[in-house]
């Protein structure tokens, strides 16, 4: 499971946005990562070039991960 989680379209907290991984049945993983971007390196799709996170460690482990 992969969320962003933009903190001024709600007052309930960052939280929340892990409730379907905790709710839901069966083997899964979940990553949160603290102060990333949104795009995290650009690396949202093949051909994706934008950016608002250029930190080298949280690209290469998103890469790595996923």
Same mark, same amino acid.
């Given at each position: 499971?992969?969320?962003?989680?933009?903190?001024? &379209?709600?007052?309930q907290g960052w939280e929340w946005h892990a409730d379907p991984y905790h709710l839901a049945p069966?083997?899964?993983?979940? &990553?949160t990562l603290f102060d990333a971007g949104h795009m995290l390196g650009g690396i949202s799709g093949d051909d994706a070039a934008e950016t608002t996170d250029e930190n080298p460690e949280r690209v290469t482990a998103i890469q790595q991960l996923t």
């Amino acid at each position: 499971m992969c969320t962003a989680v933009i903190t001024h &379209l709600t007052v309930q907290g960052w939280e929340w946005h892990a409730d379907p991984y905790h709710l839901a049945p069966g083997p899964k993983s979940l &990553l949160t990562l603290f102060d990333a971007g949104h795009m995290l390196g650009g690396i949202s799709g093949d051909d994706a070039a934008e950016t608002t996170d250029e930190n080298p460690e949280r690209v290469t482990a998103i890469q790595q991960l996923t």
